[in-house]
């Protein structure tokens, strides 16, 4: 399998933007998303979508956060507006099979990128 990597992340401040990219050429029809980790805090799915484009958030991002695709590219993005502090965490995207919502692609057997920092600074 080639690796997902992810790239974009960074340090912004409070109310600032980024945006997160991630490769996935070996990953076609899969269930895409993005999950976090902060320091002390579990893994939080963030965004999913599925290879129909289908689309499914957490509440604390849904309004905040977009995850999309670029099929002709293989690439899986989420833009992230209006971070806020409790946004700090390392950021990886993710691939699974099954059901495709942002809960399901924690389970055990997805696929992981290495991971990108986000700092928001307040």
């Known amino acids: 399998q080639v690796p997902m990597v992810e790239s974009g992340g960074g340090s912004v401040q409070a109310g600032g933007s980024l945006s997160l990219s991630c490769g996935t050429s070996?990953?076609?029809?899969?269930?895409l998303g993005w999950v976090r980790k902060a320091v002390g805090k579990p893994r939080e799915g963030l965004a999913a979508?599925?290879?129909?484009?289908?689309?499914s958030y957490r509440d604390s991002v849904k309004d905040r956060f977009t995850i999309s695709q670029d099929n002709s590219k293989n690439v899986l993005y989420l833009q992230m507006n209006n971070l806020e502090p409790e946004d700090t965490a390392v950021y990886y995207c993710?691939?699974?099979?099954?059901?495709?919502?942002?809960?399901?692609?924690?389970?055990?057997?997805?696929?992981w990128g290495q991971g990108t920092q986000v700092t928001v600074s307040s």
């Open positions: 979508i599925g290879p129909t484009g289908r689309t």
């Open positions: 993710s691939a699974t099979w099954g059901l495709c919502d942002y809960v399901t692609i924690l389970k055990p057997e997805t696929d």
């Open positions: 070996a990953y076609k029809d899969y269930c």
